[in-house]
């Protein structure tokens, strides 16, 4: 039996103050806690993550480049880096591996700086605002991309039921 398709989901700046930084924003959830979320739902869609946050712009692209022939696909929160950094950028094209952006809060409502993404040039699909479950859906959303029909089983990998989508 083959592994599971691995998925990368990597966290840029302050990701690890989550449940501490500005709670009315970012919710009341610890980067502990997401990663747990995260390792749920992957199990859950037949894939396996390498969960990782860092504050420094260096690494995550390190990070990035360790992907290629490693990683099925990223699923990344480049956080303030997603509005500054062109290397980031130029580092999940290269790459060549579907990549989903992701966003505790919806950027779009925010300060207009936040409004542009250089990492979006890049991603195959953004979701923002939905807070850390989003999370969970940019990997069921890359299980359909690396793994079709893992997106389609429950709980244990059973078939899902048509009450259960």
């Known amino acids: 039996m083959a592994p ?57 692209i390190n990070w ?3 992907c290629r022939g490693r990683a099925a696909g990223i699923v990344i929160n480049p956080a303030g880096y997603t509005h500054t950094s062109v290397a980031l950028m130029d580092a999940l094209l290269a790459v060549e591996l579907p990549v989903i952006e992701v966003h505790i809060t ?39 991309r690396v793994a079709p029909g893992a997106a389609e089983l429950g709980e244990g990998g059973a078939p899902r039921r048509d009450e259960d989508g």
């Open 106 to 144: 919806n950027i779009h409502r925010r300060e207009e700086f936040r409004h542009h993404s250089y990492v979006s040039k890049a991603a195959t699909g953004v979701i923002a605002g939905l807070g850390v479950g989003g999370y969970a859906l940019a990997l069921r959303a890359m299980a359909e």
């Open 4 to 60: 599971p398709p691995l998925i990368a989901v990597l966290n840029g700046p302050n990701i690890n103050m989550l449940g501490m930084r500005e709670p009315e924003k970012y919710g009341a959830a610890t980067l502990d806690d997401l990663e747990a979320l995260c390792a749920e739902a992957a199990e859950s869609l037949g894939l396996a993550i390498d969960f990782r946050q860092t504050n420094a712009e260096g690494e995550l």
């Open 64 to 66: 990035v480049q360790e």
